[in-house]
C-alpha cells in the first residue's frame, strides 16, 4: 500500500477515534470569540462581524481535506463611565475526512470589563466572560473503512465485517456545552498595549460517544493566551502573541510575532487606518511517544483599512507527515468588519 493511501487510512481512523479534540485557527487572534468568551466586545467600536475559514490537508486528502468555518458577532454595550458589557454569538462548523465526521456549534457569550486604573490615555482592566450553547456530531458510518476490512495483499474488500460488528448505535448527537475566561489587558498609548487571559473549555465534559451503550466524555480545554503590541519606531510595532491549549493527553503551543506597518494617520478613531502586518508563527504539539515536537510553520499577513481586516495565513508542515503532505498544510481566510460610530471614550483596548 503507498504511504499516501496509508496515511489516508490512519487520518480517518484517527478522525473518529479523537472527537475531544476542538477546532482550531492559526490566525487565533482573529477569531477572538472562540478564543476567549472573555473577548466578546472587546474593541475600540460598537458592533463586530467576524468570519474564518480553514482548509487543512488538500494534499493528501483531497476534496476530503479538514475544512472549518465561523462566523461570529458581537458588541459593546456602555457602562457607567468607564466599563464596558459584551454580547455576541458564534456558529462554527468543522468537517472532516471521507465519512464526513461533522461537528456544529452555535453559542452565546457575555463579558463584562472593568476598568481598575488608568487615566487619560492609559487604562487597565480586568474582563470576565461565559458562554454556552448546543453542538452537533454526526458521522456517515457507510463510508468508514476498517482495518478488518484490508484482504492481506494490500487491496480493500468492503464485504469484509465492517462497523455494524462494533457498539456503534447512534450517527449523530446533541450535546450542551460552556466555558468561562478570565483577561487583563494594559493600554499605555495608542501604539502600546499588552493582554494575558485565559479559559476553561467545557465546563460540563459533556458526553460523546457515537453509541449509547458507552460512554466517552470530552476532556476540558486549558487555554492560556497573550500578546501585545509594542512600537519599535514610527509607523513600525511589533505584535507578538502566544497560545498554549491543554486537552486531555493533547498539547498545543502557537507563538511568534508580526511586524506592523502603519500607512494611515488614523489610530484608534479607525479614521484613515490602514496598516499591513508580515508574520512569522511556529506550532508545537505533543506526540505521545516523542514528546513535544515542531509540527509547522506559519506565514501570515493582515490587512487594517479603516473599519475592514482581512487575514491571509498558511501552514507549512514540518511534521513526520511531511513525506506526504509535501510540506502542504492549511490555508486560512480570515474577514473582520467592525462598525464603529462615534467614540466618545477614545482608546479603551488593544485593537484584536
Same mark, same amino acid.
Given at each position: 500500500? +503507498? =504511504?499516501?493511501?496509508?496515511?489516508?487510512?490512519?487520518?480517518?481512523?484517527?478522525?473518529?477515534?479523537? $472527537? *475531544?479534540?476542538?477546532?482550531? =485557527?492559526?490566525? =487565533?487572534?482573529? %477569531?477572538?470569540?472562540?478564543?476567549?468568551?472573555a473577548? $466578546?466586545?472587546?474593541?475600540?467600536?460598537?458592533?463586530?462581524?467576524?468570519?474564518?475559514?480553514?482548509?487543512?490537508?488538500? /494534499?493528501?486528502?483531497?476534496?476530503?481535506?479538514?475544512?472549518?468555518?465561523? &462566523?461570529?458577532?458581537d458588541?459593546?454595550?456602555?457602562?457607567?463611565?468607564?466599563?464596558?458589557?459584551?454580547?455576541?454569538?458564534?456558529?462554527?462548523?468543522d468537517? *472532516?475526512?471521507?465519512?464526513?465526521?461533522?461537528?456544529?456549534?452555535? +453559542?452565546?457569550?457575555?463579558?463584562?470589563?472593568?476598568?481598575?486604573?488608568?487615566?487619560?490615555k492609559?487604562?487597565?482592566?480586568?474582563?470576565?466572560?461565559?458562554?454556552?450553547?448546543?453542538?452537533?456530531?454526526?458521522?456517515?458510518?457507510?463510508?468508514?473503512?476498517?482495518? $478488518?476490512?484490508?484482504?492481506g495483499f494490500?487491496?480493500?474488500?468492503?464485504?469484509?465485517?465492517?462497523?455494524?460488528?462494533?457498539? =456503534?448505535?447512534?450517527?449523530?448527537?446533541?450535546?450542551?456545552?460552556? %466555558?468561562?475566561?478570565?483577561?487583563?489587558?494594559?493600554?499605555?498609548?495608542?501604539?502600546?498595549?499588552?493582554?494575558?487571559g485565559?479559559?476553561?473549555?467545557?465546563?460540563?465534559?459533556?458526553?460523546?460517544?457515537f453509541?449509547?451503550?458507552?460512554?466517552?466524555?470530552?476532556?476540558?480545554?486549558? $487555554?492560556?493566551?497573550?500578546?501585545?503590541?509594542?512600537?519599535?519606531?514610527?509607523?513600525? !510595532?511589533?505584535?507578538?502573541?502566544v497560545?498554549?491549549?491543554k486537552? !486531555?493527553?493533547?498539547?498545543?503551543?502557537?507563538?511568534?510575532?508580526?511586524?506592523?506597518?502603519?500607512? !494611515?494617520?488614523?489610530? !484608534?478613531?479607525? /479614521?484613515?487606518?490602514?496598516?499591513?502586518?508580515?508574520?512569522?508563527?511556529?506550532?508545537? /504539539?505533543?506526540?505521545?511517544?516523542?514528546?513535544?515536537?515542531?509540527?509547522?510553520?506559519?506565514?501570515?499577513?493582515?490587512?487594517?483599512?479603516?473599519?475592514?481586516?482581512?487575514?491571509? %495565513?498558511?501552514?507549512?508542515?514540518?511534521?513526520?507527515?511531511?513525506? *506526504?503532505?509535501?510540506?502542504?498544510? *492549511?490555508?486560512?481566510?480570515?474577514?473582520?468588519?467592525?462598525?464603529?460610530?462615534?467614540?466618545?471614550?477614545? &482608546?479603551?483596548?488593544?485593537?484584536?
Amino acid at each position: 500500500m +503507498k =504511504f499516501k493511501h496509508l496515511l489516508l487510512v490512519l487520518l480517518l481512523g484517527t478522525g473518529v477515534a479523537a $472527537t *475531544a479534540q476542538d477546532i482550531h =485557527f492559526s490566525q =487565533f487572534y482573529l %477569531s477572538p470569540t472562540n478564543l476567549n468568551p472573555a473577548m $466578546t466586545g472587546l474593541m475600540n467600536c460598537n458592533i463586530r462581524l467576524t468570519a474564518n475559514y480553514r482548509n487543512q490537508w488538500s /494534499s493528501v486528502l483531497k476534496s476530503n481535506a479538514y475544512s472549518t468555518y465561523n &462566523v461570529s458577532y458581537d458588541q459593546k454595550i456602555p457602562v457607567g463611565r468607564y466599563d464596558n458589557f459584551g454580547i455576541g454569538g458564534t456558529f462554527w462548523g468543522d468537517q *472532516a475526512g471521507e465519512a464526513n465526521f461533522a461537528t456544529t456549534t452555535g +453559542k452565546i457569550s457575555a463579558s463584562y470589563s472593568k476598568r481598575m486604573a488608568g487615566s487619560r490615555k492609559e487604562a487597565h482592566y480586568l474582563v470576565v466572560g461565559a458562554e454556552a450553547g448546543l453542538s452537533q456530531r454526526s458521522l456517515n458510518f457507510d463510508l468508514l473503512k476498517w482495518g $478488518t476490512q484490508h484482504d492481506g495483499f494490500g487491496g480493500y474488500d468492503g464485504d469484509l465485517p465492517n462497523y455494524e460488528d462494533t457498539n =456503534f448505535d447512534q450517527d449523530q448527537f446533541l450535546f450542551a456545552d460552556a %466555558s468561562a475566561g478570565l483577561l487583563w489587558f494594559s493600554v499605555f498609548d495608542e501604539s502600546n498595549n499588552f493582554y494575558v487571559g485565559g479559559a476553561y473549555h467545557h465546563l460540563n465534559r459533556a458526553d460523546q460517544s457515537f453509541s449509547k451503550r458507552e460512554n466517552d466524555y470530552l476532556y476540558s480545554r486549558f $487555554t492560556v493566551h497573550a500578546g501585545g503590541e509594542f512600537e519599535v519606531a514610527p509607523r513600525l !510595532g511589533l505584535v507578538p502573541g502566544v497560545i498554549v491549549m491543554k486537552q !486531555g493527553p493533547s498539547f498545543q503551543v502557537n507563538s511568534g510575532t508580526s511586524l506592523k506597518f502603519m500607512l !494611515g494617520s488614523g489610530r !484608534g478613531n479607525f /479614521s484613515n487606518y490602514h496598516a499591513v502586518h508580515f508574520g512569522l508563527w511556529t506550532r508545537v /504539539s505533543n506526540k505521545e511517544e516523542k514528546g513535544i515536537l515542531m509540527d509547522a510553520m506559519i506565514l501570515s499577513t493582515r490587512f487594517d483599512y479603516n473599519e475592514f481586516t482581512l487575514g491571509f %495565513s498558511y501552514d507549512i508542515n514540518v511534521s513526520e507527515l511531511r513525506p *506526504a503532505s509535501n510540506n502542504n498544510g *492549511a490555508f486560512e481566510f480570515a474577514l473582520v468588519y467592525k462598525f464603529c460610530g462615534d467614540q466618545r471614550r477614545g &482608546v479603551y483596548c488593544p485593537n484584536f
